[in-house]
């Protein structure tokens, strides 16, 4: 199964900041057996909305670092949600509640989550910490999530 790693920030794009946060995801995806491809892009509405449409096209979950916050240039849930066919609130909402239990700085996160066509994309902070978590609370639903969204007829639906 592949997935797809966007980082959205200026400084990394520029070649001025490390891509701390896309490393972390890329490993913990990669321990997870998923084939990993990565891209990296400013924080520009345009392009961040054809780099998720490129690997969406391209991977089975897109998970995007950075531009979730309330800073001018901080637009990856916009451009986000531009390309959504459904949204997925109930994984934005477990990731900021789990942040929150641990800072107050989660109130501020604006990230989305849904499919576009089969495709999960989930926007995580841009902290390298902010991305563990974040997945840390994606992973025990995310393979399961990932096949119901592409039809699987021998994955059944878990109800609780």
């Not at 913990?28 to 990296?40: A, I, K, P």
């Not at 961040?48 to 637009?75: H, K, N, W, Y």
């Not at 841009?126 to 399961?144: I, K």
Request: aromatic share 2%; proline share 4%.
């Amino acid at each position: 199964m592949r997935a797809a790693v966007l980082t959205v920030s200026d400084g990394v794009h520029a070649g001025v900041r490390e891509d701390a946060s896309g490393e972390a995801l890329a490993e913990l995806l990669t321990e997870d057996g998923f084939e990993v491809l990565r891209r990296v892009v400013p924080d520009e509405r345009e392009l961040i909305v054809e780099a998720i449409a490129e690997l969406a096209a391209e991977s089975s979950v897109v998970l995007t670092t950075g531009g979730t916050g309330f800073a001018p240039r901080d637009v990856t849930p916009e451009a986000t949600r531009t390309l959504l066919d459904r949204e997925a609130p109930g994984i934005a909402e477990a990731i900021r509640a789990d942040a929150a239990s641990r800072t107050s700085h989660a109130l501020l996160s604006r990230g989305v989550s849904g499919l576009r066509g089969p495709t999960l994309v989930v926007n995580l902070p841009g902290s390298t910490g902010g991305c563990r978590d974040g997945f840390a609370v994606l992973r025990p639903a995310l393979r399961h999530g990932l096949e119901l969204a592409a039809g699987e007829a021998s994955s059944r639906h878990e109800q609780t």
